[in-house]
């Protein structure tokens, strides 16, 4: 069963711009260690401190591989370090979620 991992941050708006650079350096490294990454999304109105990242894998156990290269992978420890660095991360919270295969990735316009 695939699995979407959700998470949900909780930004410094007068960082945004680091949160960006955070999210587009897990472009190149999460499909390398495994991860299909779907997106990250920034603000853009109403609320101006949540922004959020989604990752899919096949499985439960992709994702703990996943985890696994992770923790091991030097741009995936540097992205991580700049967060910390940077402190504009103020909150994470994860979230496992299936889909329903008849609703996922459906096309604008697309009929049956």
């Excluded at 909780?10 to 680091?18: E, G, H, L, Q, V």
């Excluded at 894998?57 to 994702?63: E, P, R, T």
Aim: net charge neutral.
């Amino acid at each position: 069963m695939a699995i979407t991992c959700f998470i949900e941050y909780k930004i410094d708006p007068s960082k945004i711009n680091f949160f960006q650079q955070y999210a587009e350096n897990w472009g190149q490294i999460i499909p390398a260690c495994g991860g299909e990454l779907v997106g990250y999304f920034l603000p853009h109105e109403g609320t101006n401190n949540v922004a959020f990242g989604l990752i899919s894998f096949a499985n439960l156990a992709a994702y703990e591989q996943y985890r696994k290269r992770l923790k091991t992978d030097e741009l995936g420890k540097d992205n991580f370090m700049f967060a910390q660095r940077e402190q504009f991360i103020l909150e994470e919270k994860r979230t496992f979620l299936r889909s329903i295969p008849e609703t996922y990735l459906k096309n604008v316009g697309a009929r049956r």
